[in-house]
């Protein structure tokens, strides 16, 4: 396969011209060949030549050539992301996974900052993982979320290593992985939520039980304080007022375990008027707090409805005013 331009080579050489590098093969004794590199240089009727073996080069050039044609398949071809980053953030090069993944095309990403493509929240996240990543030369599973082009969010998990200051980094997108954790956390809450409320279904036969007994003996107190007084027999007021009170104040105790127990119960949020609330919660504030604290609503005038749970408010106002 070399004859051909070696002749024209030579017929080159024969013209008075010289040659500064000229390549081909010639066959060994054994049938193998090896690469030559050629000086030659016409002097009177006789060419000086001059070969230098370089079958050696030739094959190291030969697997590095197929080195970069493999990368060049695996950068072109992986679904990930692929990435050369600078220490000052600004994309050097971005391999054509990112039109599929994050709806850019790497003309709009390469010479920019990261700043512009990773999530607001995540951007001081962003960099200091970037700064990590160019002082220890790796970042393993370093997450955060990037902006796809349509503006909805991407969760990436990164790998980075450093050469010659360049990051060169691989993003794999797990946004499902993320949701799926997120559903079955959500899932697991909500399994845990109705066994607690299970449960206090299971209580309320008990507990109604003991707020039976409980104002059982705060109304039989008042009944029978109500006939002692009517016989103007005053002197055992104050037991069964004792008795009363201590029947209520066990009563309360039994409400704030329940309560505690129940917390976070499920809320029922629907649009609410506050102004209206509050109004309607006037009288019970004011009974509550009694005649030594001076009760003022003040309604804010054109407010618009809340979505809440009536209760949960009316509770936490109730509340914040005994408090």
Same mark, same amino acid.
């Given at each position: 396969?070399?004859?051909?331009?070696?002749?024209?080579?030579?017929?080159?050489?024969?013209?008075?011209?010289?040659?500064?590098?000229?390549?081909?093969?010639?066959?060994?004794?054994?049938?193998?060949?090896?690469?030559?590199?050629?000086?030659?240089?016409?002097?009177?009727?006789?060419?000086?030549?001059?070969?230098?073996? *370089?079958? $050696?080069?030739?094959?190291?050039?030969?697997?590095?050539?197929?080195?970069?044609?493999?990368?060049?398949?695996?950068?072109?071809?992986?679904?990930?992301?692929?990435?050369?980053?600078?220490?000052?953030? #600004?994309?050097?090069?971005?391999? &054509?996974?990112?039109?599929?993944?994050?709806?850019?095309?790497?003309?709009?990403? #390469?010479?920019?900052?990261?700043?512009?493509?990773?999530?607001?929240?995540?951007?001081? @996240?962003? %960099?200091?993982?970037?700064?990590?990543?160019?002082? #220890? /030369?790796?970042?393993?599973?370093?997450? /955060?979320?990037?902006? =796809?082009?349509?503006?909805?969010?991407?969760? *990436?998990?990164? =790998?980075?290593?450093?050469?010659?200051?360049?990051?060169?980094?691989?993003?794999?997108? #797990?946004?499902? %992985?993320?949701?799926?954790?997120?559903?079955?956390?959500?899932? %697991?809450?909500?399994?845990?939520?109705?066994?607690?409320?299970?449960?206090?279904?299971?209580?309320?036969?008990?507990?109604?039980?003991?707020?039976?007994?409980?104002?059982?003996? *705060?109304?039989?107190?008042?009944?029978?304080?109500?006939?002692?007084?009517?016989?103007?027999?005053?002197?055992?007021?104050?037991?069964?007022?004792?008795?009363?009170?201590?029947?209520?104040?066990?009563?309360?105790?039994?409400?704030?375990?329940?309560?505690?127990?129940?917390?976070? %119960?499920?809320?029922?949020?629907? &649009?609410? /008027?506050?102004?209206?609330?509050?109004?309607?919660?006037?009288? @019970?504030?004011?009974?509550?707090?009694?005649?030594?604290?001076? $009760?003022?609503?003040? =309604?804010?005038?054109?407010?618009?409805?809340?979505?809440?749970?009536?209760?949960?408010?009316?509770?936490? @106002?109730? /509340?914040?005013? *005994?408090?």
């Amino acid at each position: 396969e070399d004859r051909e331009p070696t002749r024209c080579g030579f017929e080159y050489l024969k013209r008075g011209n010289p040659i500064l590098r000229f390549e081909n093969r010639y066959r060994r004794k054994d049938g193998g060949y090896n690469w030559f590199a050629w000086a030659a240089a016409p002097l009177g009727d006789a060419y000086y030549c001059s070969g230098r073996d *370089i079958t $050696v080069e030739k094959e190291q050039a030969s697997a590095l050539a197929e080195t970069r044609a493999e990368r060049d398949r695996v950068w072109k071809n992986s679904r990930d992301l692929l990435v050369v980053i600078g220490g000052d953030g #600004i994309f050097r090069a971005v391999n &054509p996974a990112w039109p599929s993944m994050l709806g850019h095309e790497p003309s709009e990403v #390469i010479g920019r900052s990261f700043r512009e493509f990773v999530w607001p929240e995540d951007a001081e @996240l962003t %960099q200091g993982g970037l700064d990590t990543a160019v002082s #220890i /030369n790796n970042l393993t599973n370093f997450v /955060n979320r990037y902006r =796809h082009k349509d503006g909805s969010a991407r969760w *990436i998990s990164w =790998h980075t290593s450093v050469e010659g200051g360049m990051v060169y980094a691989y993003g794999r997108d #797990i946004t499902a %992985q993320k949701e799926a954790e997120a559903n079955l956390a959500a899932t %697991q809450e909500a399994l845990k939520q109705s066994q607690k409320m299970e449960a206090i279904g299971q209580l309320t036969g008990g507990l109604a039980h003991d707020f039976n007994n409980l104002l059982a003996g *705060i109304s039989g107190s008042l009944e029978l304080l109500s006939g002692k007084l009517k016989q103007g027999r005053g002197a055992d007021a104050e037991r069964y007022i004792s008795a009363a009170q201590s029947a209520a104040k066990r009563a309360s105790s039994l409400t704030q375990r329940l309560l505690a127990f129940a917390r976070r %119960q499920q809320l029922d949020a629907r &649009p609410t /008027n506050i102004n209206r609330l509050v109004a309607d919660m006037e009288d @019970l504030i004011r009974r509550t707090m009694g005649p030594a604290v001076k $009760v003022e609503a003040v =309604h804010a005038a054109s407010l618009w409805s809340v979505l809440v749970d009536a209760n949960q408010l009316e509770n936490a @106002l109730l /509340n914040l005013c *005994i408090n």
